[in-house]
């Protein structure tokens, strides 16, 4: 990609985008950091890491929907069974309801 169409994308400007490009920006900030992995399609966690930040272990993507579901219903704690369940009809729901 041009860097004009990275940086429209990204809504950085050009001479920044540049100037991290060439090494001008030693520690991009995690927002230009994020607006970069939406518009590149990139992975964040990665980035923030490459950039120097920490990054903490990733959980899997079922561990984080658990985590996610057992939040959301704090009043009880969700059995195993019970959050893979949702998770499942969530995931279902999506796909019928792409707008929610």
């Known amino acids: ?23 001008g920006v030693k520690q991009p900030s995690p927002n230009i950091l994020f607006q970069l992995a939406e518009a590149l399609d990139l992975d964040y966690a990665e980035l923030m890491r490459l950039a120097g930040y920490v990054v903490p272990n990733r ?4 561990e984080r929907r658990r985590n ?4 959301a219903l704090s009043s ?3 059995t195993e069974d019970e959050a893979e369940e949702l998770s499942k009809y969530l995931d279902w729901y999506r796909t019928r309801n792409p707008n929610s």
């Open 59 to 62: 959980v899997d993507e079922t």
């Open 1 to 23: 990609m041009p860097l004009s169409a990275v940086s429209t994308a990204a809504d950085i400007s050009t001479a920044y985008l540049q100037k991290l490009e060439s090494g």
């Open 76 to 78: 009880e704690e969700l």
């Open 68 to 71: 996610e579901l057992t939040y």
